[in-house]
């Protein structure tokens, strides 16, 4: 991995989200505004930066296995996470269902808004796509397992998974199968999906640091070690266990470079969503993604550094 590109991409990414946060300091970004960022982000955007790369990878057999493989790897990782996210937070004295949540804050990371803009700069368009893939995994692990942990009683549900079924993962189904069937698409469809790909990582980076203020603003008392345990485990632990195993089992190169990546992205932003949902912590889950968030333009690069020198 090439450490120049990734600290650049990082310092900018990072100067994006200090802009952003000047904006929501002297503009505090209103509810429908949220709304209607995250919907050009999550249903434009990102669909963009997929199709983008699906259109600029041959769609051959090894893809194929290597997308199958960075799926079955991601929903590995991520059970891995939560599971060591668990065994962490028993080291605390809280109840059962407090420890679920840390587990949860713990073990999914941010692969969509930040992991995928962020392996697209540094892998192209074919680590876009792999990229994806290891994000849908995530959103399975998410919508399944975390889903089951968050409830009293724990239950697999067939709602939960219409979650699942969004704009982006209709992209990536869709311009597989459009790639298979061999057919090319016209070039000005080529350039819009490469036009509004570039928007993905600006406009992601924006909203966090527009968010930033109005979390800050109304955050509450949250205790340090409650804290300290899914920011630990998240951006130090979890990845760099992750990179060990990777480097263990020998899996491909490609998909080791992006499933580190992705692993060593900060707590999920669906985080205080998916908890509000289910009656668990919500300002927690706030609270965590905002301070992880802040702690990752320092720690991703010292990760995959480390993460680089375990897989060579």
Not at 24 to 33: C, E, F, H, T
Request: overall charge positive; aromatic content about 6%; charged content about 10%.
């Amino acid at each position: 991995m090439e450490m120049n590109t990734l600290i650049q991409s990082i310092l900018v990414m990072a100067a994006i989200i200090g802009i952003g946060a000047v904006i929501g300091i002297r503009q505090p970004l209103a509810a429908d505004s949220r709304q209607l960022l995250i919907t050009i982000i999550v249903n434009v955007a990102m669909p963009c930066i997929i199709l983008d790369g699906v259109f600029q990878t041959p769609i051959d057999d090894r893809l194929m296995l290597q997308i199958f493989g960075i799926f079955v790897v991601s929903v590995l990782l991520n059970c891995l996470g939560i599971l060591i996210g668990w065994l962490g937070a028993r080291t605390l004295p809280l109840s059962a269902k407090k420890r679920r949540e840390l587990a949860i804050l713990s073990g999914l990371g941010n692969t969509g808004f930040i992991g995928l803009p962020l392996c697209a700069a540094l892998f192209g368009p074919k680590g876009a796509v792999l990229a994806a893939v290891f994000d849908a995994g995530l959103d399975f692990v998410m919508w399944t397992v975390a889903v089951m942990m968050l409830q009293e009683k724990a239950r697999f549900s067939l709602k939960g998974l219409k979650a699942m079924v969004n704009i982006p993962m209709i992209a990536i189904v869709a311009g597989l199968g459009f790639a298979m069937s061999g057919l090319t698409p016209p070039e000005p469809v080529k350039q819009l999906a490469a036009a509004l790909a570039r928007l993905a990582s600006p406009l992601a980076m924006l909203y966090i640091g527009m968010l930033l203020p109005l979390l800050l603003r109304n955050k509450r008392q949250v205790s340090l070690p409650l804290l300290g345990v899914p920011l630990m485990f998240k951006l130090f632990v979890f990845p760099l266990s992750a990179a060990l195993l990777l480097s263990q089992l020998h899996v491909d190169a490609e998909i080791t470079r992006v499933a580190i990546v992705q692993v060593a992205m900060p707590t999920v932003a669906m985080a205080s969503i998916l908890f509000a949902r289910y009656a668990a912590d919500e300002e927690m889950g706030a609270m965590t993604t905002v301070f992880s968030t802040l702690l990752a333009l320092l720690t991703i690069p010292a990760v995959l550094m480390v993460g680089s020198m375990l897989i060579r």
